[in-house]
Structures are given as C-alpha cells and as structure tokens.
T-cell receptor, first 114, second 109 residues
Framework: GAVVSQHPSRVICKSGTSVKIECRSL??????MFWYRQFPKQSLMLMAT?????????EQGVEKDKFLINHASLTLSTLTVTSAHPEDSSFYIC??????????FGPGTRLTVL | GIQVEQSPPDLILQEGANSTLRCNFS?????LQWFHQNPWGQLINLFY???GTKQNGRLSATTVATERYSLLYISSSQTTDSGVYFC???????????FGDGTTLTVKP
C-alpha cells in the first residue's frame, strides 16, 4: 500500500518552455501533498504544501508564479514549472500524506532545461 | 524553523558490519521519519518514530524526544543498504517536515 507515482520520470526541455509534473497517490486519498526539489549531493528542500481544493502554501523564497501547484483531487497534484530556465534544472519529488504526518514519496522527476 | 543535524555525513563499511546513524533536532517534534534514498533517487520509508523504539528486520530506530535526537541502527550491513539516509522532522499541524543533510552510506563487499 501507500504507493505514489510521478510522471514524467525524466524531462528535457528548452529554456522558456513550461513543464508539468504529475503526482498521484495510487491506493489512498492524499489530503496533503508536498513538493520538494533536490540538487545533486544535497538534501530535499520543501517548496510548497498543497491541500486538496485549496491554494498551495509556498515556502519562503519559492516563486508561486513560477512554480504553479494544483491539487484538484484527493489523488492528484500537479507542479508546473513556467518559463523554465537552466537554473530550474533539478530533481523534483512529491510526497503524499493521508493524515498529515506520515509521508510517502514518489520516485521523482529529473528536469533538465537546456 | 527547526534545525536538523545528521551525523556522520559519510560512512564506509565492510559488508556485515553494524552502524549507528544519528539525527539531532533543535525543537520538540510531533513527526519524525527515517528514509533511505536509493541510487535512483527513490525515497523509501524506514520508520515513522517521533518517540520510542521500533525494529524492522536488520534495522531499528530509537527516538529520545526529551533529548531531541534519534538513532538509526543498521546491523549486518549489506551492499544493498548503500545510499543516503535522511531524517525528516516536523512540529506543526500542517505535517510538513524539515530534512537533515543525510548520511551517505557505502557498504563494500
């Protein structure tokens, strides 16, 4: 149980384009989903917290207009990186929780912006 | 916000050896998890342990909440145990967690 999927697993795009990443909880209803980014050899940094049906809460320093988060249902959250630039290249990981504390992580999406 | 420190940053072991990883945190917590990140980036839940002791096979964990630390024990290590071990803690009702910098474990055959 407690499986979280992410799609795509890897994406390469040109600078200036937008990229959408999907995060799905496959066998449970996720009231809360979290989005992280991880640079090579570094820890995970929380970007935002999203609750189904409400606006995401962004961490300090994260541009909400650049990283659009939509949590439209209890099993799906999306992260859209708008007008991506090379400095946005990173490993993006989502997690899902059904009661707020125990998080289950997706396999991650490796974004490369050329 | 809450600060999380993990030690040691790197650990190299021979297969079969035992190890102890430590996580110190700066404030009281209501949420503490240990994860293993494999070489492909997938984070695997090991323990949810805001207090007390748990065991799962060769792994066990202890959190002493009053002294603000948690320990992860790995016994009879195997090469497949290699990877990065993260401790993540939280103290809000929002459920969000702060990750430590991790311990990179390399188990040699």
């Amino acid at each position: 149980g407690a499986v979280v999927s992410q799609h795509p697993s890897r994406v390469i795009c040109k600078s200036g384009t937008s990229v959408k990443i999907e995060c799905r909880s496959l066998d449970f209803q996720a009231t809360t989903m979290f989005w992280y980014r991880q640079f090579p050899k570094q820890s995970l940094m929380l970007m935002a917290t999203s609750n189904e049906g409400s606006k995401a809460t962004y961490e300090q320093g994260v541009e909400k207009d650049k990283f659009l988060i939509n949590h439209a249902s209890l099993t799906l959250s999306t992260l859209t990186v708008t007008s991506a630039h090379p400095e946005d290249s990173s490993f993006y990981i989502c997690s899902a929780s059904d009661w707020g504390y125990l998080q289950f992580f997706g396999p991650g999406t490796r974004l490369t912006v050329l | 916000g809450i600060q999380v420190e993990q030690s040691p940053p790197d650990l190299i072991l021979q297969e079969g050896a035992n190890s102890t990883l430590r996580c110190n945190f700066s404030d009281s917590v209501n949420n503490l998890q240990w994860f293993h990140q494999n070489p492909w980036g997938q984070l695997i839940n090991l323990f949810y342990i805001p207090s007390g002791t748990k065991q799962n096979g060769r792994l066990s964990a202890t959190t002493v909440a009053t002294e603000r630390y948690s320990l992860l024990y790995i016994s009879s290590s195997q090469t497949t145990d290699s990877g990065v071990y993260f401790c993540a803690v939280g103290n809000t009702n929002a459920g969000k967690s702060t990750f430590g910098d991790g311990t990179t474990l390399t188990v040699k055959p």
